[in-house]
């Protein structure tokens, strides 16, 4: 079976030690479309936006993302990035060491599809914990075993105008920029194995999208103050091609901002590519 959710589920996958320096911050910065000095200028006033510590563990790897999952048998070809969320204890500092220890913490079967959990914790040398994260993979062609189909509670948005509603235009060469953040899967380079995934053309990084859309609602709706985000999820509801523009828009809602992000214009207008958006204030 290529998915064995009972060796899968609960396993550890173990610890892993990282750095990140301020050119590493200023790049990420950069490659989910910063222009404020406030995320490109080393310095005494740059600042990180948390998105960070989802890339910081793999910041420097130049492989693809390797699926050495236990339990689970799957090709890169099969994969999409499902959905994301990131909480901090604190405002992350712009350079600094860390240990990951990342598991499995769920696997549900979607019939035509497999969806992968795992949960990650970032801890300081000192121990002390500086951010979790949660994420889950989209496995396509996978599922149909008997499993839990899985549940999770939507997000739902405003029935009134949005607090902010701005588009970003998604640079051609984005994705080529954004997999110098470590994340080098050719889905989002190499046209041949983007059709042979079932694309016409490579798609942009999920969590691309994520930085854009973290960056754009803390720039609107929390005057561009990084160390006010908490934490921040969304659900990836649809690809992105590079070129295209992204609209996004979000509402202050009990006390946290709820969005969404779709494509604007063109033939793909109003395709929605995010769901699920929160981002929770401090
Ligand atoms: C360890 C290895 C690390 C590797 C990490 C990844 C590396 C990265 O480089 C990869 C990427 O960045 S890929 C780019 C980012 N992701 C995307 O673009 C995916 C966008 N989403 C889609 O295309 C579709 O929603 C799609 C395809 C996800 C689902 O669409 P459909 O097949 O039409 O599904 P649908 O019929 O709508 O729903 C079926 C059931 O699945 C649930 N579901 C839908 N979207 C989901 C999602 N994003 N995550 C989790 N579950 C999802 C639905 O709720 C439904 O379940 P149920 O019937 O139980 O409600």
């Given amino acids: 079976m290529p998915i064995d959710p009972d060796v899968a589920i609960g396993a550890e996958l173990g610890s892993v030690d990282f750095a990140w320096t301020e050119s590493d911050v200023l790049l990420y910065h950069l490659a989910i479309g910063a222009t404020d000095l406030s995320y490109t200028l080393e310095g005494p006033a740059l600042q990180v936006l948390p998105s960070f510590g989802v890339v910081a563990p793999t910041f420097r790897m130049t492989d693809p993302p390797p699926l050495d999952l236990p339990g689970c048998d799957i090709d890169l070809a099969q ?15 712009t350079s600094g060491s860390a240990t990951v220890t990342t598991r499995i913490s769920e696997v549900w079967d979607k019939g035509k599809a497999a969806v992968i959990w795992q949960e ?24 149909g075993w008997g499993g839990d189909r ?9 029935d009134r105008a949005p607090d902010t509603d701005t588009t970003y235009d998604v640079l051609a060469q984005q994705a080529l920029l954004y997999r110098l953040c470590g994340d080098r899967n050719p889905l989002h380079a190499d ?28 720039e609107t709706l929390l005057g561009g103050d990084a160390s006010r985000v908490a934490g921040f999820g969304v659900k990836f509801a649809g690809v992105v091609y590079p070129g295209e523009t992204l609209r996004i828009r979000g509402w202050r809602e009990d ?17 929605p590519v995010l769901s699920d958006v929160a981002l929770t204030p401090r």
């Avoid at 040398?125 to 062609?141: A, C, K, M, N, Y």
């Avoid at 059709?195 to 803390?218: D, E, N, Q, S, W």
């Avoid at 901002?257 to 604007?264: D, L, M, P």
């Fill in 255 to 271: 006390g946290r901002i709820v969005g969404s992000a779709t494509i604007a214009g063109g033939d793909r207008d109003g395709a």
């Fill in 120 to 143: 990650g914790v970032a801890t300081a040398p000192s121990g002390e914990r500086l951010w979790t994260t949660r994420s889950s993979i989209f496995v396509r062609g996978e599922g």
């Fill in 79 to 93: 994969v999409v990035h499902g959905s994301q969320s990131v909480s901090v204890e604190a405002p992350l500092p």
């Fill in 191 to 218: 046209p041949d194995f983007a059709k042979a995934a079932g694309f016409p053309a490579p798609i942009l990084h999920g969590l691309c999208t994520y930085g854009i859309v973290l960056r754009t609602l803390t």
């Fill in 150 to 158: 899985g549940s999770s509670a939507p997000v739902e948005l405003p």
